[in-house]
C-alpha cells in the first residue's frame, strides 16, 4: 500500500468511527424520549376511548376489534390523539362510532334484534313470528 492509501484507509475509519458514535447517542436520546412518553402514556389509546364512549359505544368497538383487528388500531390510535388534543370533547356513543367506522370504509356488522310488544311485554320479532305460525297451524288442523 502506498502512503496515500494508507492515509485514505486512517480517515475512513476515523469517519466511521465518528458516525457510529453519532448514532448510538441518537439511538440513546431516542429511547429515553420513548421512556418519557410511555410514563405520561401509560393509558393505552383504547382505555382513552373507552373513557369517552356513551351507550352502546363499547358494543361497537369490541365489535370493530374482532371483525377488523388492525384497521381498528389504526383508527383507535387516530382518534386516541384527537381526543387527547381536544378536537373531540364530546360523548362517542354507539351510532356515532359505528358512522365513523364506516366513513373510513370498515363495515362493522352489528347484531339487530327487532323487539314487539306482545300482551304488554316486549318479545323479538321472531317469536312473534313463531307463536303466529303455531297459531294458523293448530286452526288449520281443526278444520
Known amino acids: 500500500m ?4 494508507r492515509e485514505l484507509e486512517i480517515l475512513k475509519a476515523k ?15 431516542q429511547g429515553e ?7 405520561k402514556n401509560s393509558v393505552t389509546p383504547r382505555e382513552k376511548i373507552i373513557q369517552k364512549l356513551g351507550h352502546r359505544g363499547l358494543e361497537v368497538l369490541t365489535n370493530a376489534e374482532s371483525q377488523f383487528p388492525n384497521e381498528t388500531r389504526i383508527v383507535e390510535e387516530k382518534l386516541a390523539e384527537l381526543i387527547i388534543s ?3 370533547d364530546e360523548v362517542l356513543d354507539g351510532g356515532k362510532l359505528l358512522t365513523l367506522f364506516r366513513s373510513v370504509g ?6 339487530n334484534k ?3 310488544e306482545k300482551d304488554g311485554k316486549f318479545v323479538s320479532i321472531s317469536e312473534k313470528f313463531v307463536n303466529t305460525e303455531e297459531k294458523s297451524n293448530s286452526e288449520d288442523e281443526e278444520v
Open 114 to 116: 327487532i323487539n314487539v
Open 106 to 111: 370498515i363495515r362493522v356488522r352489528m347484531d
Open 2 to 5: 502506498t502512503e496515500d492509501d
Open 33 to 39: 424520549k420513548n421512556e418519557s412518553n410511555n410514563d
Open 15 to 29: 469517519r466511521l468511527a465518528e458516525m457510529q458514535k453519532n448514532l448510538a447517542e441518537q439511538e440513546n436520546e
Open 86 to 88: 381536544g378536537e373531540i
